[in-house]
């Protein structure tokens, strides 16, 4: 079988030089989850880059503190709202497999 039929509907690959040690370890937790050593790698980067979202959305936050009409809207809404049951936070909470 010839390489250009193997490569067919196949994106575009390249090599990227790592440390052998770290290519090991990335290898290594691929398999151990059960992934290929470049979905391992593209959910790394989509943990990453979701991680650096919400740290500019904290600076953003912490940039622009709340004035007087953020706390009186929110005595408004609190005042709409009936008093919830207090929730048990001691319980580390369940989510979805596909969430992990």
Not at 3 to 19: C, F, N, Q, R, W
Not at 68 to 91: C, G, I, M, N, T
Request: aromatic share 10%; glycine share 4%.
């Amino acid at each position: 079988m010839a390489l250009a039929s193997i490569l067919i509907g196949m994106p575009p690959v390249t090599t990227i030089k790592v440390p052998v040690e770290l290519r090991d370890r990335l290898g290594a937790e691929a398999r151990a989850k059960g992934k290929t050593l470049a979905q391992f790698i593209a959910k790394l980067l989509d943990e990453y880059e979701r991680e650096q979202r919400w740290n500019e959305l904290g600076e953003a936050i912490r940039k622009s503190p709340p004035d007087e009409q953020y706390f009186a809207d929110l005595r408004w809404f609190d005042a709409l709202e009936p008093e919830l049951p207090e929730e048990d936070w001691s319980k580390e909470p369940s989510y979805p497999e596909e969430w992990r």
